[in-house]
């Protein structure tokens, strides 16, 4: 059994852990620690304090549920984690059908999304192989060893790697399984189901939907009655906008229905439906043109915006026709055998049904509509936005309460929120409706790395709204020319801008910038840029990443070198804040949160523009040897870094 010592903060957060805690049945802990600091690990702790039969941790992305996995692993935490990737990566009969399609010439997906694909497991021949029957089902292996194979490979292997690691492992349990068939999710299903009915201590990882969704219904499939739990909330902030429930409809999603359906007709062309394919396609034409036309009289780019009442009217009706067409080819969805089958048709069907009944409730011309929702439908609202090619028709949630709240009945038992950017107690009581118990705030505790800090004051550089104008993009771009060309260290000089328009306003006038640049919407596989950032840090390059606040650059990757042994290295060695990362004022769906949240307008943004602020300038410490210069380039920052807690155990600050 690995040993390990609690690094002196986290015994001082344990010791102050109030005692009548462990005696309340589900207290709400908020626990708000730098990255790098150790904070998963005292997460862990602490839930391990009450007792439960299982920790649930949930993540914003797969890549985040190695940190769990990791540290679980390597301080011989005794509940076994056990990490739950989507079914669409385990599924061979899918892997078998997209294989298929590319030898014949298809796309690489077989047709399908991953949004698009249903997987019944219930009719699959691998299902329940760990199972023997004896009046009964009957595990075939002890379950020490079946939970020590798949708590001991890591999750963010690529899925060959990561199969092929399970069945070596469980090759030595059962000769069999070096030829015989197996699905890996259905094994993780089945031990998580045992471990929980033996009352064996296990830590299940998961995404947000596991818990906050209604698509997965897996963990609670696996708890059954009586399990109890401790739910952990890594990088809580992200609780303020629960994007995956986003329902849109899209330009190109309105494209792939009609290439589906030409598709299966193509296959089986005498089929009843296909002589109804002309229709939809011209259908399909005319919403296209009127979505792209409407959404491109709006200034929505890369913003949302509420759609006119006519608008969303015209919108929604010309979708449910096109609905009442697609209807009928559906048949090719439903019907047929075998696990896997498209849902392509279903899937839009189920889109515009969700908008339809939204609309109808919206405009009280429903009754009985609440049997319908899983949350509350008011605080849904529709907005129309725009991308380089896209034009789309949104509804989300902008007030997340009921959503946390709906999650929070369901997973009842301690929660543990955890961010280096968490919240303050009464913005987590007020906007998400949680009772906070214990709220530990250690940044003053723990400082992680080397962090330097230039203001610049005197400069006149903002990104004010009432002074962003094309002479500001064009001293942002020459500061930050300046900062990369006169800095030797290598890595990767991470550029945060407001706003996406303000990144293309200021990266136009570094277009000749002699060091590779790479922005923020460009990139559409992620771990390829931290590859390319790899390289050119090993070699002793540069890399200026133009990151949007809050978009995939600052919150969906991790520029890192791994150095072994759990250890690793930032390799991003400059954070350039050209401006301050408020919230843009002028998105419809900005104002509609801020006023859901019973927050008055500039305590929002304030708790907003720190969160997004420090959510940057994180990127760069990942662990206590990192070393990184912070640019804030807002005179308003003069201000704000004091207030925001940025200048608090910076090795030195400079006003410039
Ligand atoms: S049990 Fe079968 S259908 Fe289900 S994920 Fe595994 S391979 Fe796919």
């Known amino acids: 059994m690995p040993t390990f010592e609690l690094r002196e903060w986290q015994r001082d957060v344990l010791g102050s852990m109030p005692r009548d805690l462990l005696g309340m049945g589900a207290p709400v802990i908020g626990v708000k ?108 292996y002890p379950l020490d060893g079946l939970l020590s194979v798949y708590s001991s490979v890591n999750p963010n292997l690529r899925y060959p790697e990561y199969r092929r690691l399970v069945r070596d492992r469980l090759s030595l349990i059962d000769p069999e399984y070096r030829t015989g068939g197996f699905c890996t999710y259905d094994h993780l299903r089945t031990i998580a189901k045992e471990a929980v009915r033996s009352g064996t201590p296990i830590l299940l990882i998961g995404t947000y939907p596991y818990v ?74 005319t919403v296209e043109e009127r979505l792209v036309r409407i959404v491109g009289s709006y200034d929505a780019e890369r913003t949302f915006k509420h759609p006119k009442p006519g608008h969303l009217w015209e919108l929604v009706s010309l979708l449910s026709l096109v609905r009442d067409e697609a209807v009928k080819f559906t048949e090719f969805e439903t019907g047929g055998s075998g696990p896997v089958r498209g849902r392509t048709v279903l899937s839009f069907i189920d889109t515009v049904d969700f908008m339809v009944r939204l609309y109808e409730f919206k405009a009280r011309c429903r009754v009985g509509v609440d049997s319908y929702w899983d949350y509350d439908p008011s605080v849904w609202g529709f907005y129309i936005t725009r991308g380089e090619r896209s034009a789309r028709l949104v509804a989300k949630p902008f007030a997340v309460k009921p959503i946390i709240q709906y999650a929070w009945a369901r997973f009842n038992g301690p929660w543990i929120l955890m961010s280096g950017t968490l919240p303050g107690r009464q913005y987590i009581e007020k906007v998400w409706g949680l009772n906070v118990s214990w709220y530990v705030d250690a940044s003053d505790m723990v400082h992680i790395g080397r962090r330097k800090v230039v203001i610049s004051v005197r400069e006149g550089l903002t990104s004010s709204f009432s002074e962003r104008s094309e002479e500001m993009f064009r001293k942002y771009a020459d500061k930050i020319r300046w900062i990369v060309l006169n800095h030797s260290e290598p890595g990767v000089y991470l550029v945060v801008y407001p706003s996406y328009k303000m990144m293309k306003g200021v990266t136009w006038y570094l277009a000749d910038l002699p060091v590779p640049q790479r922005r923020e919407g460009e990139v559409r596989h992620l771990p390829d840029l931290v590859e390319e950032a790899l390289r050119l840090y090993t070699s002793g390059g540069k890399l200026v990443v133009h990151a949007v606040s809050g978009g995939r650059f600052t919150e969906g990757v991790e520029f890192v070198r791994r150095l072994g042994d759990g250890k690793v290295e930032s390799l991003v060695k400059h954070v350039i804040l050209a401006g301050v990362p408020f919230p843009n004022v002028g998105d419809d769906f900005v104002q509609d949160r801020v006023l859901a949240s019973g927050l008055d307008e500039w305590e929002w943004f304030n708790v907003h523009g720190w969160m997004n602020t420090v959510q940057a300038i994180g990127r760069a410490f990942r662990s206590e040897d990192d070393e990184a210069t912070i640019w804030l380039l807002d005179y308003r920052f003069d201000h704000l870094a004091d207030n925001w807690g940025i200048t608090r155990g910076a090795v030195w600050v400079r006003r410039e």
């Open 212 to 285: 906050f969704g209604p698509p997965s219904i897996l963990f609670r499939n696996i708890l059954g009655g009586g399990a109890r739990i401790v739910v952990i909330i890594d990088e809580a902030h992200n609780l303020d906008t629960l994007d995956f429930l986003e329902r849109s409809i899209s330009n190109a999603r309105l494209e792939r229905l009609v290439s589906t359906c030409e598709k299966y007709c193509s296959k089986e062309p005498g089929r009843e439906p296909c002589s109804g394919l002309d229709r939809l396609r011209r259908l399909v034409n």
């Open 33 to 140: 620690a730098p990255t790098g600091s150790g904070k998963t690990l005292l997460a862990l702790r602490i839930a391990e304090k009450f007792k439960p039969n299982v920790v649930i941790a949930v993540v914003r992305t797969w890549t985040e549920m190695a940190r769990f996995w990791e540290d679980a692993r390597r301080f011989g935490y005794k509940y076994k984690p056990l990490a739950f990737f989507a079914k669409t990566e385990h599924c061979l009969e899918l892997r078998r059908r997209r294989k298929a399609s590319a030898s014949v010439g298809g796309d690489e997906g077989g047709g399908l999304e991953e949004d698009e694909v249903d997987v019944r497991c219930d009719e699959c021949s691998l299902r329940n192989n760990l199972y023997e029957e004896h009046g009964g089902f009957v595990l075939k």
